[in-house]
């Protein structure tokens, strides 16, 4: 039982570390916001100045992903499209963070404004 607790601490820990390295990040205007979401999606609403890859092209567009500032800041509807991103983008050996939903970085970029 200790384990499990201890466990879910060090995972809400890095939780906690990962979301102040975000909205960091985003203050100090380092990296590139990419929004994993569909073209549809993106047109109802996005973060300014974020750029849309949908999920199923990223495999397609690596060279333009490889081109961007790093880190790169992926959002989506919830965190889950962008969640499958950051593990596919993080083998490729590119520098990334799962921002969650595109509401929330969307909030960490008006607070910097």
């Not at 333009?64 to 596919?88: D, F, T, W």
Request: aromatic content about 6%; some cysteine.
């Amino acid at each position: 039982m200790k384990l499990i607790k201890a466990f879910g601490f060090l995972k809400l820990k890095t939780l906690k570390k990962s979301k102040m390295n975000i909205e960091k990040i985003i203050k100090e205007k380092k990296g590139t916001i990419v929004d994993v979401r569909t073209p549809g999606e993106f047109a109802g609403g996005s973060v300014t100045g974020s750029i849309n890859i949908p999920l199923q092209e990223i495999p397609q567009r690596m060279e333009e992903l490889k081109s961007m500032q790093i880190p790169l800041i992926l959002c989506c509807a919830s965190g889950g499209r962008s969640g499958q991103a950051h593990n596919y983008l993080t083998q490729q050996g590119i520098e990334c963070y799962n921002g969650g939903s595109w509401l929330d970085v969307n909030q960490y970029q008006s607070q910097t404004l």
